[in-house]
């Protein structure tokens, strides 16, 4: 599908947003915290380029990774969970003081959202971190006045991959399949898109676990949200 059908000045009604990676550059903000966290417990910082890679499947998952040191953590032991538990704890925590100090929004992504608020478009941020984390980092941007709706990791039972949370931003806004599009940054995104029956775009700048998204499916892709005007 051309990027000329998905969006033209009649389409799409609903557009929903992934958050970290693409429309906000979050990193810095998560390794931070994600730093201080494996210093409080005695470990070595991560550092930045390897929490980019470990970004997407929301702040559990994050976490697992920084224990393990790698992408693709094993599943925890019993004897795990409380270390787990103390970690996520510590990390919510300076997240919590930190979120929103060093992230920045992309380039494109104001004018792209400008210009389907002014068509008519509803907006919602449908996202895989933290609902606690979400309004406060769309202030601190001031993204907040351009979505209607923002659902965060844990505001549903699911989380993407799992197509609910967009069927769930879909409904609320008045959309359907047909009018519907998913724009994100990773396979989570991606797969949420298809299994809800929606086109996606996906930004080639994300995170998307250091792999490229030219693999994913998606319906389009394209370096900036600026190409989507």
């Given at each position: ?107 494109g992504v ?12 509803r907006l ?54 047909g009018t ?50």
């Open positions: 599908m051309s990027l000329k059908g998905l969006f033209n000045a009649r389409w799409p009604g609903v557009a929903l947003f992934d958050l970290d990676g693409t429309l906000v550059d979050s990193a810095p903000d998560l390794a931070a915290a994600v730093d201080q966290m494996l210093e409080h417990l005695g470990r070595t910082p991560a550092g930045i380029d390897k929490v980019r890679d470990w970004v997407g499947n929301g702040a559990a998952v994050l976490v697992r990774r920084a224990l393990a040191g790698k992408t693709d953590w094993e599943p925890a032991q019993p004897k795990d969970d409380a270390l787990f538990k103390d970690a996520l704890a510590i990390f919510f925590h300076h997240y919590g003081r930190i979120n929103g100090q060093h992230s920045r929004v992309y380039p104001e004018a792209c959202l400008a210009h389907l608020k002014n068509s008519g478009c919602a941020v449908v996202t895989n971190k933290p609902e606690q984390f979400v309004a406060p980092l769309l202030k601190q941007l001031d993204l907040d006045h351009w979505f209607d709706l923002s659902i965060g990791g844990d505001t549903l039972p699911v989380k993407k991959p799992d197509p609910g949370p967009l069927l769930h931003a879909m409904e609320q806004l008045g959309g359907t399949r519907t599009v998913m724009v994100g940054d990773s396979a989570a995104d991606v797969n949420a898109a298809i299994a809800a029956g929606v086109p996606c775009v996906a930004v080639r700048y994300g995170y998307n676990f250091g792999g490229s998204v030219e693999t994913l499916g998606a319906d389009a892709i394209v370096d900036s949200l600026a190409e989507l005007l």
